[in-house]
Structures are given as C-alpha cells and as structure tokens.
C-alpha cells in the first residue's frame, strides 16, 4: 500500500522534469541560456516557481541534466567493449537517435551557453572507450590508439554536426554507412604507419 502513492510522486517528479526540459529547450531556441529566467522557464511549463526549485537550483542545473542525460544516452549507444561490435549497426542506432533528438542535439551543440563545452564533453565520454577498444582489439600502443581515436570520434561528431546542419538529407542508414567505411579504411591503414 505504500508502494502505490511513491510510484505516484515518482510519476509526477517525472512529468514536471519532463515538461520543464521541454520548455528550456523551446525557450533555448530564441535566447542563450544566460538570458532565459526560471520565471520565465515556469511560465512556460506551466509550473509553480517553487516547483522548480524543489528539483533544480537554477536553469543552469537543469541544461547540466539536459546535457549529462543525452551524452549518457549517445555513450550507451557506443558500445565499444569488445571487438565483437558491429560498427556499422552501432553507427546506424547513433544517427537514428541523433535524427530522433535533432532539436535537443542542434541546441546543445550550437546554442548552449557553452557549446565548447558540450563538444568537448561529449568527445570525452566517447574517447577513452574507442582508445581502449582499439588497444585490445588492433593492438594498437596508447600513443596510437589516442591519436587514432581523437580523429575518428572527433570527424564522426563534426560529420553529425554537419550532417544536422545541411537538414539530414541523408538517411541515417546511409551515413552509418559513410562513417564505417570511413572507420574501416582508417584503422586498415593506420597499421601501416
């Protein structure tokens, strides 16, 4: 009995987040961060002030879970653990989820008050499991799994960026594609170097 009136609050807690990271998202659409007030975010989400504070300390805290959440989500989609991976069917779940969440992807990348940051966030959480993956499946020394690394995380975050920008005339499917075989003949010739 007492099981039912927590799922409840869960719920609710779950339902208010929600809708206040949609109206952070819809406000970060006309202004940068650091002009949008938590007045002007509960107006928009139709929630009380104290509401909002009773999650959050200020719309910062609340972009930094925006931001955190969708890096976690693109860093369960890259699973590098093993040489098992299928690259392609991995790239191809990380462009469907990126068209999916197109808008909050755009802001966080190009609009946040620190997009720099996002970037660089982002680059990291994905960095050091392709450099540990290339290590135990290529072989590759530290030296040459971080450089290796750097440049095949880093070209397939500016090809999504690009790709987003140019409207993603593309089909996912297709740019998995693109980016595989961009992957493949990297790592094929960087064993020669």
Known sequence: MLDKPKKKVDRR???????LTESLLKLLHDKPLNKITVKALCETADVNRGTF???YADQYELFEEIKNNFISSINDIIDLKDESVDIYAMLNKLFEYVAQ????YVILL?????ETAFFSELLTALH??????L???YGFSDEKAHVLSSFLIGGTTMIIKNWLEDG????PAEMAKYCEN???SSIENYNYL
Do not use: A, C, G, W
């Open 13 to 19: 807690v779950k339902y208010t987040k929600m809708v």
């Open 53 to 55: 504070y009773s999650h």
């Open 101 to 104: 969440f197109e808008d909050t």
């Open 110 to 114: 190009n609009k946040s008050y620190d």
């Open 128 to 133: 050091q499991k392709d450099i540990e993956r």
């Open 135 to 137: 290590k135990l499946v």
């Open 168 to 171: 993603m005339k593309i089909p």
């Open 182 to 184: 961009l992957f493949k």
